[in-house]
């Protein structure tokens, strides 16, 4: 059966059959964060924010000392809203447009630049093709291209640097300087050929870049002495070494990149440009590293196999300001984030102001204010207000040895209020790519809304995640329903043999591959699962490769997607789960969005026909103006609800 569904419609199916859903806590927990991206002005005096206010993104202004609201700037075209930004100076900030097209929901950005001042003063578009310049000599590159800002370039308080390029071309990045009062623009240099981003230094010169042709990732270095782009580095895209620069050391003699050229995971090295003599800061011979960069500068490295461990590269005062809110967030310890997961996200120019997101496992995030003048700290906003709990499931890690003898690492939170009689549901969340995301101890509205309910809820990475090193990724290329499966069985498996769940009450959800693992899991043991909810998914890897809305990018197509669902026609069908369907024994849920891009409602009806074919039990609901993964809370809403139901029914 296929539905297509929205609120309003469903208003009396959902009262008349959710009388054992806490439908007002769903409705809190499927809205999208309130507040996000909060940055302070280099002078420390005001906080900028991007504030949600009616579905669209609008950009907040505090005063630093009391936290009382300035002025609220909201785009005037209906269309518009506030994409990224940076502070330029102490007054004004840049913003990158971004924009509801047509009937979808997930807003966009054209590379338009607009700039205003914090009282809302001197509103002006500075690049793109709203830009009006009054002398066409002002203009470097066509007002009809696509910018975005790399440097603020702080120490100067009237031009930003972006990097641009012509719409409709891939790879002719030019470095420009742009007036953010008058648009006026300056070439300051060219990326080389495929550039999908340059690092430059202080004097604003481009010195590094990562690019890609039609089979590669390339890494280029900048040789000053004859002014041209020398090649450092070759890899595949997916799964072969690669480096990535991070940021200069500090007098830019040196850049400091992740390598993984020549090891399973990443080292982090510093490669002298002069010579290119190269120095081991760090490597860890299991897990990858996460750099802790504060304000350009590189101060310490996490590990995260399960929980953030820290470890400090430097003593200065940003590595201080890191290393005493882990203490405080994680019962004076800065070593491990087993409490509290701290990410500084804004410094002020003088490093006595600081803006910290603090995230548990249990509660809604919270942005922090450090005043170290007055040792003054403030929690002055939370992510979701409406979400109030702070006694929700925690969530802990395990650990397990697969009968392959790897090891793999996971998260387990149990039910809020499981059942005294009996054990515990388990619903096993797989999460999407497959190749390189990778689950985290954090906080997952998700899991909550399942927890709430009455479910525990089970995470694994899989062969296949990051932060396991080159191996342990490249184990799950070519496997989406092979090696990959047989983690998430396996997992399941450990799980049940712990005792924490009752193994005749097995389901399974996720979205995107989450979505197609939720279908091909119990296709492979349906005596194990026995429900699945597939949101916005993918079920036939040779239609992904057809129909993929990558399809303008040859890369895209021939390496990625033909390596991570495997190299053949053949293969790829035999782990489709549109060919196989006969096995399927669960009922399934299926909820996508007509407008996916990523997963084009072709998937999605492809499984009906072969659903309807078996004579399988499933339930089809297509959303109208909805993507890759819902933005309006209303449909979000609407599916928990469904999500439930069908869980409460089958298991």
């Given amino acids: 059966m296929k539905y297509f569904f929205s609120l309003l419609l469903l208003i009396p199916y959902l009262s008349a059959s959710s009388s054992n859903i806490d439908e007002e806590f769903i409705k809190r927990f499927s809205t999208l964060p309130t507040y996000s991206n909060p940055k302070i002005s280099p002078d420390g005096k005001i906080i900028s924010v991007v504030l949600r206010n009616q579905d669209k993104n609008a950009l907040a202004f505090l005063k630093a000392d009391d936290f009382s609201l300035i002025n609220i700037l909201e785009l005037k075209q209906e269309d518009e809203q506030v994409g990224n930004y940076v502070w330029a100076s102490n007054r004004r900030v840049v913003i990158e447009i971004a924009y509801k097209v047509g009937s979808l929901e997930q807003p966009i950005t054209r590379g338009e630049l607009f700039s205003v001042d914090y009282d809302l003063s001197k509103p002006r578009y500075i690049f793109g093709y709203k830009f009006s310049a009054s002398n066409s000599k002002r203009l470097v590159i066509d007002k009809y291209s696509s910018a975005s800002v790399i440097d603020p370039l702080i120490d100067d308080p009237k031009h930003v640097l972006v990097t641009a390029s012509p719409f409709g071309t891939r790879g002719t990045l030019k470095l420009v300087r742009v007036n953010i009062f008058s648009g006026q623009q300056k070439l300051m240099g060219q990326a080389p050929p495929g550039s999908l981003g340059v690092l430059t230094d202080s004097s604003q010169k481009p010195r590094f870049a990562v690019g890609a042709n039609t089979t590669e990732l390339v890494t280029y270095i900048m040789d000053t002495t004859r002014d041209e782009w020398k090649e450092l580095q070759r890899s595949d895209y997916l799964g072969d070494g690669k480096v990535i620069p991070l940021v200069f050391d500090s007098n830019e003699s040196s850049v400091i990149v992740l390598d993984d050229t020549n090891t399973s995971t990443s080292q982090i090295k510093s490669i002298n440009l002069n010579d290119s003599s190269e120095e081991i800061l760090f490597h860890h011979p299991t897990f990858d590293p996460y750099p802790l960069v504060i304000e350009d500068k590189l101060v310490g490295v996490g590990v995260a196999p399960d929980l953030l461990k820290i470890y400090w590269l430097d003593g200065g005062v940003e590595a201080q300001i890191a290393s005493q809110l882990f203490r405080v967030f994680n019962d004076g310890d800065d070593t491990v984030a087993d409490t509290a997961n701290v990410t500084i996200t804004s410094v002020s120019q003088d490093k006595q102001r600081v803006i910290a997101i603090v995230e548990d496992d249990s509660s809604s995030p919270a942005y922090w204010f450090l005043d170290r003048t007055t040792n003054r700290l403030i929690n002055f906003l939370t992510v979701w207000p409406e979400i109030i709990e702070k006694g929700l499931s925690p969530t802990k890690t395990f650990s397990f040895v697969n009968s392959d003898g790897v ?183 299926i909820v996508a969005g007509e407008e996916d891009m990523r997963c084009p409602p072709e998937q999605q009806y492809a499984l009906e026909s072969a659903l309807k074919k078996h004579s399988k039990d499933y339930k089809l609901i297509m959303v109208p103006k909805e993507g890759h993964g819902f933005i309006n809370p209303e449909n979000r809403f609407n599916f928990y609800i469904e999500m439930l139901e069908h869980f409460h029914k089958h298991l």
């Fill in 407 to 589: 090891t793999l690492y996971g998260y387990f939170t149990d039910a809020r209020s499981s059942e005294s009689e009996k054990k515990q549901p388990l619903i096993v969340l797989p999460h999407g790519g497959p190749i390189g995301p990778r689950d985290s101890w954090s906080f997952d509205p998700d899991v909550q809304i399942l927890s709430n309910a009455g479910y525990a809820v089970m995470k694994v990475n899989y062969r296949g995640s990051g932060g396991y090193g080159k191996e342990f990724l490249k184990a799950g290329i070519g496997e989406p329903g092979g090696i990959i499966q047989q983690d998430i069985i396996e997992a399941t498996e450990w799980v049940i043999k712990q005792g924490w769940v009752d193994k005749e009450r097995i389901g399974i959800y996720g979205g995107s591959f989450g979505g197609y693992s939720a279908v091909q899991a119990p296709i492979l043991r349906p005596d194990l699962f026995k429900a699945g909810v597939s949101y916005v998914g993918i079920f036939d890897f040779n239609l992904d490769i057809e129909m993929s809305n990558c399809q303008g990018n040859s890369m895209c197509v021939s390496k990625v997607l033909k390596d991570q669902w495997g190299d053949s026609p053949e293969k790829r069908a035999k782990m489709s789960p549109v060919n196989y369907i006969e096995k399927l024994q669960a009922p399934i849920l």
